[in-house]
């Protein structure tokens, strides 16, 4: 029996629109990752270029699990674009080496010159057709508001350009000639007859590569950013344009129309509310965690143990939860929010259920006696480990759960620092730390840009003294991981590799956890309901004591 959901989409194209019908099959598949089954079969003039202009939608049968991946495997491509160009000028050498290294494999087909005399391939085809509706999937998500779509074009439009950069002479004039992009070459005679004025526009058109050049002619009204900037030589209302700056042209023509298709797409979203399984897969995929699973305690189990967790905290604890260890020791209580960040994160680096009871109940303990203890708080502990109430092995929580949920109030000690922490506040702490003003400076930039994770990278950079950390920050036990491997010359254990792949959306999307039933929300308002009193109680003392 096969079902199936079908998906209004309205796209934009210059001042056209297009209504197309994208269908999505409901049969999933646990032990394997299938292929998108294409309605009709293969079309071979369909994906012609690596390029795209993604100006009319797919319309092809695909199952939801795939729906799922190829989301996520974007906004992997996507994340690693927008991570290359804060850290680096987008016009170095710096910048497109380290982009390529970043999406070499997860995108490969974006490194890939266009072979415009060899035919489609099969392998070319799929990653083609990949490229195609894994752009719409995200254009669907981030249509939503003017933020995620300034983010998505912005990123968009980065990832053409890196992409437009691979593309030899060939495939760039085959590519203009599909898009109806009438820029021709100009003839070697006209190119001889104004070397020297084409040389002197440029300062990079010395030597031998003013030969090796091919000149675009061009209106000048559709290069106005070049005309601007003095790129360009200007003659009787048309300007020459070296093959490298024709980027700048091609880019504009793609902001143009997926700017236009955003507006309509977003306008078009109410369709989609006709299913929920599609709503709640586009709800949050921008806040979506893309790392490793870290509930698979297979390889960690054991690995530490209480005594460990204070010279950890110092060498290999990334800032959220050194806060939590000093404030804890300091304080011998943390609140319901900084137990259940803090205790997952200890249970995700390889401390067990027995080891985690005893190393809270000796912080505890030295301002309450062992019978509260274990009638208010041991609980919550073994809750988190699977053994109590529906038994789920919860997830340490990502960096982007920190972030974006339960913020910390008056008295909390959880969250992110970047992100939760008064500026002059952190400055504070992390000179504290010893870390070099320099560094401060840096650090606080990227937090002053909304930059939180990458700002934690950063200081994982500082504190293990190397010059680039050579991973995505995604995870506080990602920080530990990465940070045992540079300690140890790499021989952390990690986790198994089923759980590098792509997964569908899960557990890290708040208002969806499937594992959270209400009568155990309950018994966790009943956890934090204790601090409250803790909290009351220590009021009452202390207007006793005045």
Not at 127 to 156: G, N, P, T, V
Not at 298 to 305: C, D, F, H, R, S
Request: net charge neutral.
């Amino acid at each position: 029996v096969h079902t199936g959901v079908e998906v209004d989409i309205l796209c934009g194209i210059k001042s056209s629109e297009y209504r197309t019908k994208m269908q999505f099959t409901g049969h999933r598949t646990k032990k394997s990752r299938r292929t998108v089954t294409l309605t009709g079969g293969r079309n071979a003039n369909r994906y012609l270029h690596n390029l795209q202009f993604y100006t009319l939608p797919p319309t092809e049968t695909i199952s939801l699990e795939e729906f799922e991946t190829f989301a996520i495997d974007r906004l992997k491509v996507l994340k690693a674009v927008e991570s290359a160009g804060i850290k680096y000028m987008k016009t170095s050498e710096q910048y497109l080496t380290k982009l390529e290294q970043d999406i070499k494999k997860l995108m490969p087909i974006a490194i890939r010159k266009t072979d415009v005399d060899g035919g489609v391939q099969d392998k070319d085809y799929d990653d083609r057709r990949k490229d195609h509706i894994s752009h719409f999937i995200l254009r669907l998500a981030y249509c939503k508001s003017e933020d995620l779509r300034r983010w998505f074009l912005a990123q968009e439009m980065d990832l053409f350009r890196f992409r437009f950069l691979q593309e030899n002479k060939d495939s760039i004039g085959h590519f203009l000639q599909q898009n109806s992009l009438d820029y021709q070459p100009i003839p070697e005679e006209e190119k001889r007859e104004l070397r020297d004025e084409l040389k002197s526009s440029s300062y990079e058109m010395k030597g031998d590569k003013f030969e090796t050049t091919e000149f675009y002619k061009v209106p000048f009204l559709e290069a106005l950013d070049l005309v601007r900037t003095r790129k360009v030589y200007l003659k009787k209302g048309y300007v020459y344009v070296p093959q490298n700056e024709l980027v700048s042209i091609v880019l504009s023509a793609f902001r143009e129309n997926l700017s236009k298709a955003l507006a309509v797409t977003a306008r078009a979203l109410p369709y989609l509310q006709e299913d929920e399984r599609l709503l709640k897969r586009l709800a949050n995929l921008h806040t979506q965690y893309l790392g490793q699973d870290y509930s698979n305690r297979k390889a960690t189990a054991g690995k530490v143990a209480p005594e460990d967790i204070e010279p950890l905290s110092k060498k290999s604890f990334p800032l959220c939860m050194r806060n939590l260890h000093e404030t804890l020791r300091r304080e011998h209580h943390l609140r319901h929010g900084g137990r259940m960040q803090y205790g997952l994160f200890l249970k995700g680096i390889g401390l067990q259920l027995e080891d985690a009871l005893r190393f809270w109940r000796s912080e505890f303990t030295k301002m309450m006696d062992g019978d509260k203890f274990d009638k208010s708080y041991s609980y919550n502990i073994r809750h988190n480990y699977g053994k109590e109430g529906k038994r789920t092995d919860y997830t340490p929580y990502s960096c982007m759960k920190v972030i974006m949920t339960n913020a910390p109030a008056v008295g909390d000690h959880h969250g992110c620092p970047f992100r939760h922490t008064d500026p002059d506040l952190l400055k504070q702490r992390l000179q504290g730390y010893r870390i070099n003003n320099s560094g401060v400076q840096e650090i606080l930039e990227l937090v002053k840009g909304g930059h939180y994770q990458l700002a934690c990278t950063k200081y994982f950079e500082i504190t293990h003294n190397v010059d680039d950390a050579g991973f995505g920050l995604n995870h506080p036990n990602q920080y530990f991981e990465e940070s045992q491997k540079v300690l140890t010359g790499g021989q952390t254990p990690r986790a198994t590799p089923s759980t590098q792949r792509s997964k569908p959306l899960k557990k890290e999307v708040p208002d969806f956890d499937d594992d959270f039933p209400m009568d155990e929300v309950m018994e966790h308002l009943l956890t934090a309901s204790q601090d409250i009193l803790e909290a009351t109680q220590d009021v009452k003392e202390e207007v006793a004591a005045v």
